[in-house]
């Protein structure tokens, strides 16, 4: 029986067996999410940390700025096919992070959140993010990926840090104070070797 959706459109898909549901990335447009988009960073959950909470016009002059930056790619992140998360994936020697840390050419980095509230305090952040951790290992020469959350922020360092990212220091960046974490692929895959994760076709 057919679901009605669309799922050859989404860049990456996966099942997760420990949330018994499909996870899935597609890349962000303008036409189909600026609006998700404005009410997800005017979320009270969102505005500490995106500092995005402007009138629908600055929004999305913001969201262009981001889909026309070539080191930078947007995602929506589905929950069994309901858009639930936004995501940047972006190569870390291009972003400014780079400023304050070494970087390899294939270096990445992630910047990420939640959008509707009722997903919050669920269960799903640790497994979105080993899925998005799992797209970005899929560059066949991507052996590091960084990321640094605002140190303020215990509960997203702390998923980071059972997804197999490690805290290396505190670093001072222009609109936050963050800690840098590391997640070397080697330590990625020990760490999650015992889970099968078959894609769901």
Not at 171 to 196: G, N, T, Y
């Amino acid at each position: 029986m057919s679901t009605g959706i669309n799922t050859a459109a989404y860049d990456y898909r996966t099942y997760d067996p420990t949330l018994e549901r499909t996870i899935a990335f597609r890349k962000a447009t303008m036409d189909r999410d600026l609006e998700r988009l404005h009410a997800w960073f005017n979320a009270e959950h969102v505005l500490p940390y995106w500092q995005l909470n402007d009138p629908l016009p600055a929004v999305r002059a913001a969201v262009a700025e981001k889909l026309d930056d070539a080191h930078l790619t947007p995602y929506i992140g589905y929950l069994d096919h309901v858009p639930m998360s936004y995501w940047e994936c972006y190569w870390a020697g291009s972003d400014e992070l780079a400023d304050y840390c070494e970087t390899e050419p294939a270096d990445q980095g992630i910047h990420l959140l939640i959008g509707p509230e009722e997903y919050l305090g669920r269960g799903y952040a640790i497994p979105l993010v080993r899925a998005v951790t799992e797209l970005q290992f899929s560059h066949p020469e991507t052996d590091r990926i960084l990321t640094e959350p605002d140190i303020r922020n215990d509960a997203v360092i702390h998923v980071f840090e059972r997804c197999g990212f490690e805290p290396r220091r505190e670093i001072e960046l222009p609109e936050k104070d963050a800690l840098l974490m590391v997640c070397e692929r080697d330590r990625f895959q020990a760490l999650h070797s015992d889970r099968e994760v078959p894609t769901d076709d």
